[in-house]
């Protein structure tokens, strides 16, 4: 049924700075690419597609960047359509890495060789085989070819042709056959029949990979599946990024292979941290019944399942858990309390689950302080009154060379006056504007703080409990600029604010935001 | 390889209302189950389990209410563990059903066994048998007896066991055996041959189910290749809701074996609004890269997908697309326009796309002016300038019976004084709190109006275009109540306020709210 090899080590080639980046509302540029391929080095990942260099000058100059910092382990990879012009710029882009590679593709499947492709299939086969072969050439012996067919998922009524084609790149020189399931549409066991169909074909020198979307809620399975049937390099992204419902969650596949006993080339105690960083670089907010990493997870609601896992709580398994949780780095598993031990995605996930917003930044932040109270006098687990508390201190009031005083509004509703001490010193501070958070921004101009305003929200705390006097908790994203009119840069803060006057708690949180840029 | 047998169909059970309510923050009560129960009727389902009515009184009584109501065709279902004051209870309440069934089970792994139940396996099935029996005896020859062997995905060792298990509960008179995979461990292979296995030594009258759970991300695949493998009954959830990371997601079970060629007995065109739909009512947020149903999944933007997505647009397949997206009421599929045929799903799908917020029954009071707006001088295909206008219009600018012609505040900020025509009569209210939206609920109560917040936010629109002065919108969700310290009631109404100055975004977004509960 499957052709598991002890001795054969699934291989992660991940794919979120090409598949995973082209599909975000804001792709990122070179400074946000180098802090998610770092991060893919600390999971140590075996292989990385860097981005697709033909798209832009930017994505070009990643490339090359990425592909100059990597380790010499590490395989540094780029998309080419099987066109010149695309091959030439990964190669240019990817050179410079001690294991380059250059990875190209065409659509192999009836229907997008002539709806899309409007080519036959001895044209796409002819085409294909070029580009191995000029990918070949260009790189001068060094590196990997890898090629792809594109929609091989689809591509079941035309298997023969697709694998006499394979044939044909392979004597061309490629290195590896990648299978994609493009558009996930029928169920893992016809495509893992796929997949043992060309394992069995090629040559066992050259490697099977797969790559698989997640269109019906199946590509980790198909991933897993795929590798037990011959593939052995898996093709994933982090948090599952990528086109439309994305591409194969690498955590997923990483657990699921690891509890079947795999032997998981990765550091997986980095994956839970991974998770949520990305999720703010992407700006895609994790779900919350995301298996493994979601903050709805760990929960157990029913009493049946509470009891269960009361009775199981310290053990290596438990009855209502998938995995030993500090395996991905979520050291709390079942139920989370923070003692001196804790770090900082234990005090993300306490305050999250107390309801209060907090990023992984403020958590880090946080951290020290309260390893220092829970070690005051044995004090041991703290309580959430204590985590309240701190939360308190250390966020909703920024010590710092700016003090808000307090302040005060026309009737016209056009001018605000703020009390402010600057660096101990007091100051009356007018200032106009469209609301109090433009009017604050204005004030302090005049004694010579520029901000620039990123993203500003707010909402009530607590409202369950009340009638309609509850908090407002209002939180402001901002950075420094020079002057009048400059260019913002350098550090972003987040301040937060909480009063009963949701005018207030917008005041409060721009001054704690802003000493925390100033201090 | 599979028992595939072109007659069969698969039997959709729904565990939304048991599984899915028992993992909520938020349980339902009466009338919100009664909600998701018309849904499920609407969608077609062939089993729903209604409860566990052993849980509390209240799911006692939804179970009560639930069976009563059930339609002929319907089998109405309730869990009970394998004892007699559940097994009783749940007959006391499914009876009234057309088509009753009794659910009882027992867990059956090594590990749960010994750990929580502190069972031997005799003692376990010993317990099976009897509480199979009971269920027979109470029912008197009505309805069906389905028993589950809780944690069957960890019975791999002992597998022998749990199908003499079985057989002895067959005896006994089960109709039909569950095997969940209760905690998501391995991968789909393994848990599908054990369902063959089972499948193959248990008599062909029985009905195979399989209930699987989500915590790797592989429930899908596992349901759907489980019904290749012989299981008949799939249970599965509206929206993935269930313990941690959900249960099995019936629109992506749907889907696939739609895909597959197999005869799937639901309204699938309800699918999409059903989504939506759950999601409010459960308080769980759509993942925006949900498949299926995910606001981000029609989304193409690469080129090289966004180009085989135009060469294929308005084909049945298409290059980037695994469903024709109409199959699940999600009319628009790759690119969405509003024309005078567009639903309520079009316009919220359309204004969520624009950045706005919006709820389905928003989107439904909205959809007839924009139908009028689209026939008016055959104007076809809306703008988006054009339903931006109307948002603004019917949404952020309710006219009722209260108008809003302006306010200020004491320099004191505590008094706040509204300007306000009530029925066409001006007043001047003057209205004390802790900010603009405390004071203007006071404020209208000296004319008689009594309101409840339930739930407030503000957020920013458009920042990324402008310095600071960017502007506020803001969200209240509230109710009217009686008088003062009454208890609030009827429908619930949510207010969205727009301003530059993020005071006068809170007191247009209650004005607006205050129309909607008064006109």
Redesign the interface.
Known sequence: ??TEDKKRRPFFYDVTLRDGN????HPWNLYEKERVFKQLLKLGVQGIEVG?SG?SEMDFAACEHLAKMAPKDVIISGLA?AVERDIVMVWEAVQHAARPRIHTFIATSP??ME??LRMSPAQVKEKAVKAVALCKSVMGGKGTVQFSAEHFGDCRENLDFVIDLFHGVVEAGADVINLPN?????????FVDMVEKVARALPPRVTIAVHTH?????A???T??SY?GGATQLETALN??G????NT?MY?VA??LA??GEDVPLNMEEIFETAILVSDWAR??I??????V?S??????????Q??AA??KG?K?G?????DSGMIGRKEGDRLGFTSQSGKTAVFEIIRGLGLPITLPEAAALQPYLKKLSEEGGRGELRDEDILKAYDQEILNVSGPLEFRGF??????KEFYFDVAWQGKAHALAGQ??????AC?HAVEKIGLY??????????LD?EHL????Y?LSEIKLQRKPGPGGVPGGAEAIGRGK??????A?VRALFNGMNLLLR
């Not at 997640?214 to 199946?218: E, Q, S, V």
């Not at 009855?319 to 995995?323: C, D, F, G, P």
């Not at 009638?467 to 509850?470: P, Q």
């Open positions: 049924m499957s082209q599909a975000l509302r697709y798209a359509r229907f997008n709806n899309v493009t558009v996930e549409r029928y169920r893992p066991r016809i997640n269109d019906l809620g199946m980790t399975a198909t897993v599946e037990f599952g990024l086109e439309r419902a994305g969650n997923e657990c699921a509890n079947c895609v907010p779900y919350e019944k995301a298996p493994l979601g709805d997870v760990v929960a157990h609601r029913s009493g049946i399942h009891d269960g009775k199981t053990m398994k009855a209502y858990r998938a995995i005060r509004v026309e009737p016209n509703e504007g469209t609301g109090p958070i433009d921004m901000f620039h305003l990123i993203e500003y929200s707010q909402m009530a409202i009638d309609f006097a509850a407002a009063d009963l006057d949701t005018i207030k917008n």
